[in-house]
């Protein structure tokens, strides 16, 4: 399902980060713990087609994710990776459920009555209709994960999800975000350095700057 | 969802920034509707009236203000001249038939003419109501004067000294309307028609309640024992010699003068056209300030939203949307802009034709559309595709990783 097999990266010709192997089948949960400037965000980002590797290669489903260019690997991140960021980064042009439709629409595809599903499993359905700057930062990064959600991904990546959320919070997001790769029988892959993240999630992998 | 929705959604989130930038841009393109409307109208009304007409003779002055006041009846006329020259000169080989004009009476701001039948089958008039006059002092009015001055066929009223404000009244002798001309689109839609002998006896001291029953002339001109003055005559040539030979003849050997409508007519508008040139020059800066405002905008607003882009692109848009997303917020703003604008300049016209029914623009509507207008449409989105083609590539570029790391 997700393969990342000798994947190598550098910002610049200093640092390389050599981040480990791994093989995930759907359903399967991983976190991934490591210190600010440890190059976890940048794993995610080459996880989710965002940033190409130097070297290595990451598998989807089958799907070589780097040997697809330009709208191919956009249409299949679209469609087959679904993001959350630390901070929500809805569109505030959009209203709740616009921003969900347009996640639909890039990928060319129409759900409306699964948006609403998933909404009301977040339980945020009542929001549906709300523009962005009226809500809560507890119902904002439920938003982004239902948008994460639009287009039924079979790989779910959430970067510090939590890292703005109060406990209360912190515990309701990541619990949706289980229930949510249960039901899709995605892959989840969350990368923190949130502590609190720790307990929800048994299989763990810790990665860190590594000189070359 | 889609991108035009997108896009919509993007402005709609900004309404001050652009409702002023469509503003901008109606204000420019709605004085270049204005300056179309009236062009094209002006010129098809100036030579729609003026057809026919080959020469104007009347008193010696400006051969412009000959031409604007006999054939449009906008300027005063130069002066009067003595019939028996007028008959004499109407008699030359070259000419094939001549209709007198009197003028120098209103009513209400309406100019009374007399003249004879002629003038009537020159513009084809066709009664609404009534029919031509036969005695003096009946008139025929045309539909704008009717329908502003509520006049009816057996109405009467009393003419006014004076070409458009009153000076004093004719009181001896009312006028008695006989006839109403149908709609034509031409100047007889804004004149009071009668025969060359009420514009006689009105002037006259002595009231002869004979002469008054006799039935006036149709054509040519009227018979009298009497000296009379005309305005003007309105000449059509015998053949296109006369056009080179006539109006030499007429301005050397006599004291009068000799005007073509159609010469005075595109001197006028080359005078007009240095105007109407600064006017459009005006209108083109300020679209071109707004194509810019457009520009900034978008550039501006694209540093905040280069996150949003990155989101987008992660949810599975192309660079190429987004491009498109960009591109298509420019157009929508300008289309609508141009929408507005055209609106405006309709509007505009349209207060000024029915604030000003009296003057040069009476007859002018505001309800015509030209083709020239979709170009302006097309012309604006041309500019809003210029005004967003560098926030659009910006957006093509974005780098996605490194704008969700910032």
Known sequence: MLKATSIQFTYDKKRLFTLPDMSLSPGDELLILGKSGSGKTTLLHILGGLLAPQAGEVIISGTPLYSLKGNKLDRFRGKNIGIVFQKPHILSALTVFENLQLANFFVGQKRANELEKTLADLGILDKKHAKIDTLSEGEAQRVSIARALSNQPKLILADEPTASLDDENAEKVIQLLKAQAKRLEAVLVVVTHDQRVKNHIANQLTIGALQA | ?406
């Not at chain 2, 997108?6 to 901008?24: E, G």
């Not at chain 2, 080989?93 to 309406?110: C, Q, S, V």
């Not at chain 2, 056009?243 to 006599?254: D, G, T, Y």
């Open chain 2, 1 to 406: 969802m889609n991108l035009l929705k997108l896009s919509w959604k993007y402005l709609v989130a900004k309404p001050l920034n652009t409702s002023l930038n469509i503003l901008l841009l109606a204000l420019g393109l709605a004085i270049i509707t204005v300056l179309l409307l009236m062009q094209e109208q002006f010129e098809n009304k100036m030579t729609k009236d003026a057809v026919g007409i080959d020469l104007v003779i009347g008193a010696k002055g400006s051969p412009l203000q000959l031409v604007l006041s006999s054939v449009y009846h906008i300027d005063f006329p130069t002066g009067n001249i003595a019939l028996e020259e007028a008959i004499g000169v109407s008699r030359n080989r070259l000419i094939k038939n001549t209709i007198p004009l009197g003028m120098g009476d209103n009513y209400r701001g309406f100019r009374i003419v007399g003249t004879n039948h002629d003038y009537l089958a020159l513009y084809g008039v066709t009664f609404s109501a009534g029919s031509s006059w036969t005695l003096p002092f009946d008139v025929v009015i045309g539909q704008n004067v009717a329908k502003k001055l509520e006049l009816t066929v057996g109405d009467t009223f009393v003419g006014s000294h004076g070409i458009g404000s009153a000076s004093h009244d004719h009181d001896e002798h009312d006028y008695k309307v006989v006839g109403i001309m149908a709609q034509s689109g031409s100047v007889v839609d804004q004149l009071i028609l009668t025969s060359m002998e009420s514009v006689w006896y009105t002037h006259d001291e002595g009231h002869d309640h004979e002469k008054m029953q006799l039935p006036v002339a149709t054509t040519g001109f009227p018979q009298t024992e009497e000296d009379r003055e005309i305005t003007s005559l309105l000449v059509e040539y015998r053949n296109p010699i006369a056009a080179v030979q006539l109006p030499r003849f007429i301005n050397s050997r006599s004291s009068l003068q000799a005007a073509s409508p159609s010469f005075e007519i595109s001197r006028l508008f080359e005078l007009l056209g240095i105007g109407v040139t600064l006017i459009q020059s005006l209108a083109i800066i300020i679209i071109i300030i707004s194509g810019l405002g457009i520009f900034i905008a978008l550039y501006n607003s694209l540093k905040e939203r280069k996150y949003d882009l990155a989101v987008m692109r992660t949810v599975g848009a192309s660079k190429g949307v987004l491009f498109l997303h960009i591109l298509l917020e420019g157009v929508l703003l300008t289309f609508l802009g141009s929408l507005l604008g055209l609106f405006i300049g309709h509007l505009f016209l349209f207060i000024l034709v029915v604030s000003y029914d009296q003057g040069a623009i009476a007859g002018l509507r505001a309800d015509v559309f030209l083709v020239e207008e979709v170009y302006l449409v097309l012309f604006a989105m041309i500019i809003g595709v210029l005004a967003s083609l560098i926030p659009a590539w910006s957006a093509y570029r974005t780098d996605i990783a490194k704008q969700l790391t910032k």
